[in-house]
């Protein structure tokens, strides 16, 4: 029902910046919260980042808070991830991602949609 694709992974000096971009099809996009998700070899997909439908609220990740913003454009269908300060400990496949919901509330997990992924890697 919403596809979804990142872009803007790359490799990044640390302390650099990066910003991912994630594009939704269709136009009900402001009606689902989102987030993003990362996922090194060998560990577990880790939540980062999560901001309700209408933009009013954010969640983040201890280990970034500060350092990474999460921002939304319903009218463009796309949800962003500003990533400053960038530490090799970031360096993941960074997947974006969406559920349905009107609740107003920010989520951790149950999220239905996922993009394909991009990667990031950050050198010391």
């Known amino acids: 029902q919403v596809q979804l694709v990142e872009s803007g992974g790359g490799l990044v000096q640390a302390g650099g910046s990066l910003r991912l971009s994630c594009a939704a099809s269709?136009?009900?996009?402001?009606?689902?919260?989102v987030g993003w998700f990362r996922q090194a070899p060998g560990k577990e997909r880790e939540f980062v980042a999560a901001?309700?439908?209408?933009?009013?609220?954010?969640k983040y990740a201890d280990s970034v808070k500060g350092r990474f913003t999460i921002s939304r454009d319903n009218a463009k269908n796309t949800v962003y991830l500003q990533m400053n300060s960038l530490k090799p400990e970031d360096t993941a496949v960074y997947y974006c991602?969406?559920?349905?919901?009107?609740?107003?509330?920010?989520?951790?997990?149950?999220?239905?949609?996922w993009g394909q992924g991009t990667q990031v890697t950050v050198s010391s």
């Open positions: 901001k309700t439908w209408s933009g009013g609220l954010t």
């Open positions: 991602a969406a559920r349905s919901d009107l609740s107003g509330r920010v989520y951790t997990d149950g999220y239905a949609f």
């Open positions: 269709g136009r009900t996009f402001s009606s689902y919260a």
